[in-house]
């Protein structure tokens, strides 16, 4: 996990224990297939807008991206976790689909 632009190095811990409910979606994973970034733009304002980018190199490379807008750094946080969780459900479940067909 990088943090890109808005964050600092001491928010790392806090930013992860949001994000760690992402770790069981990623387990199926090897930690070296995976890469994330997390950025925010115009922080604490109400233009704030968080992206967190995932990156799975293997078995193919797939690029999930979530973005929030909520003004509240953690209701952010909490969304673009949710969202990612959301699409890399979606991911799994097409592969497990087609897998099948």
């Given at each position: 996990m990088r943090l890109g632009t808005g964050f600092h190095a001491d928010?790392?811990?806090r930013i992860l224990d949001v994000l760690r409910k992402l770790d069981q979606r990623?387990?199926?994973y090897d930690a070296d297939a995976v890469d994330m970034e997390l950025t925010v733009k115009d922080r604490e304002t109400t233009k704030q807008k968080v992206t967190l980018e995932l990156w799975i190199a293997k078995p193919r490379t797939d690029?999930?991206?979530a973005t929030s807008t909520e003004?509240?750094?953690r209701d952010a946080l909490n969304?673009?976790?949710d969202d990612m969780w959301r699409q890399l459900d979606e991911m799994i479940n097409?592969?497990?689909d087609a897998r099948r067909a």
């Open positions: 928010e790392r811990e990623l387990q199926r690029e999930l991206v003004t509240g750094l969304e673009v976790r097409r592969r497990i």
